[in-house]
């Protein structure tokens, strides 16, 4: 199983902040920024021409982040949180705001295809956090997670902490690592939380895995 890489050079995203805007996101301030890139990416500001992913390039509120076949790519965020993204995946940062002093705030993603790995910051457990899929929401607490096609389904795998995944047919929370969730569409309920086999998770984490 190969870990998520959380070190933070906090100079460069406090130097990104004070900038106040960027080429990947005009006139937006930035709430994070590339890390690392395997293959192709890109930042997509709205309304705007799409940037090609790299180290340190800038992320902002309503950027689209788009990776391509067989690619990866990891953003750190401002609170220290950290999401990769694996191949032919897509997602919507569509609100992060945080609060240094207070340590709070909260922080929207809406992920429209994809595997993603997510592993919560500062951010948390004052503030709160959600990914929205296209069949199902899900609220974090202080949360290391997986999320993406798995074996003809949704999958939702819990590493570290608590989730609740729900849609509008029902809801479940997963609070022990190793168990995981499958949905169908959005309109079938989560199922009840079950450990998920080694061979399974193997499969899961190679989709959003770095070199």
Do not use: C
């Not at 950027?63 to 032919?88: P, Y």
């Amino acid at each position: 199983m190969m870990p998520v890489r959380l070190t933070i050079a906090s100079s460069i995203i406090v130097g990104a902040l004070m900038l106040g805007s960027s080429p990947g996101s005009p006139w937006a301030d930035p709430v994070g920024e590339v890390r690392e890139v395997r293959k192709s990416a890109e930042v997509i500001p709205p309304e705007k021409t799409a940037v090609a992913a790299k180290p340190g390039e800038p992320v902002a509120e309503a950027d689209t982040l788009r990776t391509g076949s067989d690619s990866r790519l990891q953003v750190e965020f401002v609170d220290n949180s950290m999401l990769v993204l694996g191949a032919s995946a897509e997602l919507l940062v569509d609100k992060y705001v945080y609060e240094a002093s207070a340590e709070s705030g909260s922080a929207v993603l809406q992920a429209a295809q994809g595997a993603l790995r997510f592993v919560s910051g500062r951010l948390e457990p004052k503030g709160e956090i959600s990914i929205d899929l296209p069949v199902a929401h899900i609220a974090l607490r202080g949360t290391e997670l997986w999320a993406g096609p798995s074996r003809g389904v949704t999958g939702i795998l819990l590493i570290k902490g608590r989730v609740e995944v729900s849609n509008e047919a029902g809801s479940v929370i997963l609070s022990e690592p190793g168990q995981g969730t499958n949905i169908e569409s959005a309109n079938v309920a989560p199922t009840a939380p079950s450990v998920w086999p080694e061979a399974r998770v193997e499969e899961a984490l190679s989709t959003v895995a770095l070199p």
